[in-house]
């Protein structure tokens, strides 16, 4: 069973509710409800930890056009 956070209402959603909209503003899909209703908490951590990794890659932008004379 998939369950996805709705950002709109601020409900977890079951994945096979007939009413579950098809939009942008469902997260997910979670294993679990008490997971989908972690979602921003979730979001956050896993952008954190993307932002982090992006300041240990000194490397990222190899591009030499965007290196400032």
Do not use: C, H
């Amino acid at each position: 069973m998939e369950y996805w956070f709705n950002t709109k209402s601020g409900q977890v959603q079951r994945g096979d509710d007939p009413d579950l909209p098809r939009s942008g503003d469902l997260m997910g899909p979670y294993d679990s409800e008490q997971e989908a209703s972690r979602a921003y908490e979730i979001a956050a951590a896993k952008t954190e930890k993307w932002d982090e990794e992006d300041r240990e890659d000194d490397d990222w932008d190899s591009n030499p056009l965007n290196d400032q004379s």
